[in-house]
């Protein structure tokens, strides 16, 4: 293989106007990963005694596992200032840092309520709800989204241009196997498992244009057309064989 090796990534999205990604480029590609899915069965009992045997809920189920392995020691010898400076001060403790907040909530614990527009904040009062946002902004103008007091940030998890899905991730394990003189990790594993998101899912994240929750809605779409090229694209060139053999 020729050429710089594409790594991995991971982007999450703050509550920020335009939505600013902040990416965590994996250090190495994962050796292994589990692309795992799932088919919920219909309402009722399955088989004959169901409405309709082959009716689903929706989209199916999706999920990523994979380990990350974090060495300080190439980080040492990088091209990249950033890089050598952070792996001096906390080994790989700011990448291990950069994947824990993908767990925390992204609009803090303020217990405050307030009402936001496009034109900005208009009061607080207590409440168990950060704020009711209008879609003032491309969409009807008696839309709201009430917003929880925590809400974990938009992630993006980056595999190839060919995939790219919107991701919540479900659970973070690290081994650390490696320690400085200050006790900062030098060596390091990551398990990571990802839950996909659907657009159904993310329509309750307020995807108006030029939102986080749009962005991932679109890169959502975009895999999965690209998913259904592809397998049409296989299915037809073995097809004539095949279809000839069919019923009719």
Do not use: C
């Amino acid at each position: 293989m020729s050429g710089p090796l594409v790594k991995g990534a991971l982007a999450s999205y703050l509550s920020t106007w335009p939505p600013v990604p902040v990416i965590s480029v994996f250090q190495y590609n994962p050796e292994r990963m589990v692309h795992s899915w799932s088919q919920p069965e219909p309402p009722g009992k399955p088989g004959a005694e169901s409405n309709n045997p082959l009716a689903v809920r929706g989209l199916p189920g999706e999920s990523f596992q994979f380990t990350i392995f974090l060495n300080a020691d190439d980080d040492m010898v990088s091209q990249v200032p950033a890089l050598q400076l952070a792996a001096v001060e906390s080994g790989v403790g700011a990448r291990l840092a950069a994947l824990e907040m993908l767990l925390y909530p992204a609009s803090g614990t303020g217990a405050g309520t307030s009402t936001a527009t496009a034109g900005g904040t208009q009061g607080t009062r207590p409440g168990k709800l950060l704020g009711t946002v209008s879609a003032g902004l491309g969409g009807s103008s008696g839309s709201t989204w009430k917003l929880p007091n925590s809400t974990l940030p938009i992630v993006l998890f980056y595999w190839n241009p060919n995939r790219v899905v919107p991701v919540r991730v479900t659970s973070l394990s690290v081994t650390e196997t490696l320690y400085d003189e200050d006790l900062n990790p030098r060596h390091a594993q990551a398990e990571v498992s990802l839950r996909v998101l659907t657009p159904p899912e993310l329509a309750a994240a307020n995807p108006a244009p030029a939102t986080a929750a749009s962005l991932a809605v679109e890169a959502y779409n975009q895999t999965y057309n690209i998913r259904r090229l592809w397998a049409a694209g296989s299915a037809a060139s073995a097809a004539g064989m095949i279809a000839s053999k069919l019923p009719r």
